[in-house]
C-alpha cells in the first residue's frame, strides 16, 4: 500500500487548522492523535479495534467522566461565565421525581445538568487556577480548543490544542490522587504513566505545522487571522502542563517543556515508533482487515515471569 493509499483510508477531515470543530468530530476522525500513537505502541490490534477503520466499533458512549472533563475545559479555558451559560446545577437525586424534573427542566432550557457538588468543584478549579500567580496567564489571552490537522508523508496526524498562546500550548489535566502522594510527585508520576511527553511533542510538530496550512488558505472557522498568524510565525514556544487535584483540594501546578528541553526527543522517539507500527500493519492487512498479531511460538522462560510467581516457586510461600 502506497503513502497515498494510507492517506487515503484514513483521511476524512482535509488538512488544516479548525475552529469551533466539535470535541465529538475531533475524535470521530481517523487521523492518528497522540492517544492513538499510545495505542499502537502499547497494541496494534487494538488501536485498529477502537478505530474507525472497524466496522464493528462500539459506538462511543456518553459517560458522566466526559461530561465533567469537557465542563472544567468550559470553565477554566473560556471562563466562569461561559460555563455558566452552558451548564446548571442539581440539587436532587437523580433516580427520583424531584431530581427527573429538575434535569428535565434544565434540559428544556437547552443547558446540561451537572450535580452540585461538581458544579462547585468546577468553579473552585478555575478559581484556583486563576489565583496561582504562576499559572493565572495559562489560560489567557490566547484560542481554546483548536484543532489541526496535518499530512505527515502521507500518515494523516491531528492536535487539539486546549488553549494556544502566542508563547506556548497549555494543556489541562485533572489528577485523582487517590494514592496520597505529595501533589507534584503524583504530577511527575502521571506524565510518566500516561506519556505526556510523547503528546507534547506530538502537539509541538501539529503547531509548528500552522505556517504552511495558513499560506496554503486551510484555515476554519470564526477566527482573528491576525493573532493566528502572530502565533504561527513564532518559532519559539512552550508546552505547558497544568494539573489540578480534582479530588480534596483543587490545588494546581504546572510544568513546562521550553524548545530544546532534551526529553522532548524521547517523545520524537516514540512518535517515530509509532508512525512506522502504523506503516506496517497498514501495508499488511490495510484498513479493511483486523490487523492481527504474527508472532511465532515462544518457549516459556522462567526468568521472564513475574517476580512474585518466581519467589513463589523457590519459597512455596
Known amino acids: 500500500m502506497s503513502a497515498e493509499d494510507i492517506s487515503l483510508a484514513r483521511q476524512a477531515i482535509e488538512p488544516g487548522i479548525y475552529f469551533s470543530l466539535s470535541d465529538t468530530e475531533y475524535h470521530a476522525d481517523g487521523a492518528l492523535g497522540s492517544t492513538n ?3 499502537l505502541l502499547q497494541s496494534a490490534p487494538d488501536f485498529w479495534w477502537q ?12 459517560t458522566p467522566a466526559k461530561v465533567f472533563g469537557r465542563a472544567v475545559h468550559k470553565a477554566v479555558l473560556e471562563g466562569a461565565d461561559a460555563f455558566r451559560a452552558i451548564y446548571a446545577p442539581t440539587d436532587h437525586p437523580g433516580n427520583v421525581k424531584a431530581g427527573k424534573d429538575e434535569v428535565a427542566a434544565i434540559r428544556e432550557a437547552g443547558m446540561i445538568p451537572l450535580k452540585r457538588d461538581d458544579f462547585n468543584r468546577i468553579l473552585a478549579a478555575s478559581a484556583f ?9 495559562a489560560f489567557k489571552n490566547g484560542m481554546p480548543e483548536v484543532s489541526v490537522f496535518w499530512d505527515c508523508n502521507g500518515v494523516m496526524m ?3 490544542f486546549d488553549y494556544l498562546k502566542l508563547n506556548a ?3 489541562l489535566k485533572s489528577i485523582r490522587n487517590r494514592m496520597g502522594k505529595e501533589f507534584t510527585r503524583a504530577c511527575r508520576d502521571a506524565i510518566a504513566s500516561y506519556e505526556y511527553i510523547l503528546s507534547a511533542e506530538h502537539y509541538m510538530e501539529g503547531r509548528r505545522q500552522m505556517a504552511k496550512l495558513i499560506a496554503d ?3 476554519y472557522g470564526d477566527h482573528d487571522a491576525e493573532r493566528l498568524a502572530r502565533v504561527a510565525a513564532n518559532e519559539v514556544f512552550a508546552f505547558v502542563l497544568v494539573f489540578w487535584q480534582a479530588e480534596q483540594s483543587p490545588i494546581a501546578h504546572g510544568f513546562k517543556l521550553s524548545p530544546g528541553n532534551p526529553m522532548l526527543g524521547y517523545g520524537r522517539h516514540w512518535i517515530e515508533k509509532a508512525v512506522d507500527t502504523y506503516r506496517r500493519f497498514m501495508a499488511e492487512f490495510g484498513p479493511d482487515t483486523a490487523w492481527v498479531l504474527q508472532e511465532p511460538l515462544e518457549e516459556l522462560d522462567e526468568s521472564e515471569m513475574a517476580g512474585w510467581w518466581q519467589h513463589k516457586q523457590t519459597t512455596g510461600a
Open 37 to 39: 500513537m499510545k495505542q
Open 51 to 62: 478505530s474507525p477503520m472497524n466496522p464493528a466499533r462500539e459506538p462511543e458512549k456518553e
Open 129 to 137: 487556577i486563576g489565583a496561582n500567580r504562576h499559572l493565572s496567564n
Open 158 to 160: 491531528k492536535a487539539r
Open 169 to 171: 500550548i497549555s494543556d
Open 217 to 219: 488558505g486551510a484555515v
